[in-house]
């Protein structure tokens, strides 16, 4: 056990498949070693980073309430494609005191139409998008500065 600040890092649907899931538009990182340079970069923060990922839209939401009961520092969310579908998830994130800042590896603004409306967005403290594996560690330290 750590007294270490926590920062919850969950992903949503088909980012387990990061690294072969259409490279030319998430890259080749997978979840895997995002997380584990998450993990590095929070030591030197003095943070710890609690990663999950669901394709379940209830288990984010479950997650999200664990984070608030919990008392973490923040949480970082890439919703996947809930993003632009889970009122839920905005629900669940307005109805909690921890910080979210939404995440994304590439920016939904460049791509499809249905891509333009985020309903995490809508109730996110801060959003990263568009820097690839770097959306996430520029997440964290916008967390540690919390």
Same mark, same amino acid.
């Given at each position: 056990?750590?007294?270490? @600040?926590?920062?919850?890092?969950?992903?949503?649907?088909?980012?387990?498949?990061?690294?072969?899931?259409? @490279?030319?538009?998430?890259?080749?990182? &997978?979840?895997?070693?995002?997380?584990?340079? =998450?993990?590095?970069?929070?030591?030197?923060? #003095? =943070?710890?980073?609690?990663?999950?990922?669901?394709?379940?839209?209830?288990?984010?939401?479950?997650?999200?309430?664990?984070?608030?009961?919990?008392?973490?520092?923040?949480?970082?969310?890439?919703?996947?494609?809930? &993003?632009?579908?889970?009122?839920?998830?905005?629900?669940?994130?307005?109805?909690?005191?921890?910080?979210?800042?939404?995440?994304? =590896?590439?920016?939904?603004? &460049?791509?499809?139409?249905?891509?333009?409306?985020?309903?995490?967005?809508?109730?996110?403290?801060?959003?990263?998008? #568009?820097?690839?594996?770097?959306?996430?560690? =520029?997440?964290?330290?916008?967390?540690?500065?919390?």
């Amino acid at each position: 056990m750590t007294d270490l @600040p926590t920062v919850f890092v969950l992903s949503g649907p088909n980012l387990n498949l990061l690294g072969t899931r259409e @490279p030319e538009i998430y890259g080749h990182d &997978t979840l895997d070693d995002i997380h584990a340079r =998450l993990a590095d970069q929070a030591a030197k923060l #003095g =943070l710890v980073v609690d990663c999950r990922q669901s394709n379940h839209e209830g288990v984010l939401i479950d997650w999200l309430h664990e984070a608030h009961h919990a008392g973490a520092k923040a949480v970082l969310l890439n919703a996947g494609g809930y &993003t632009h579908t889970s009122i839920a998830l905005h629900d669940a994130i307005k109805s909690i005191k921890v910080p979210v800042i939404e995440v994304h =590896l590439s920016d939904p603004m &460049t791509r499809e139409p249905f891509r333009h409306t985020s309903y995490i967005g809508r109730a996110a403290a801060a959003h990263f998008a #568009g820097h690839g594996a770097d959306s996430y560690t =520029l997440a964290l330290d916008a967390a540690a500065r919390l």
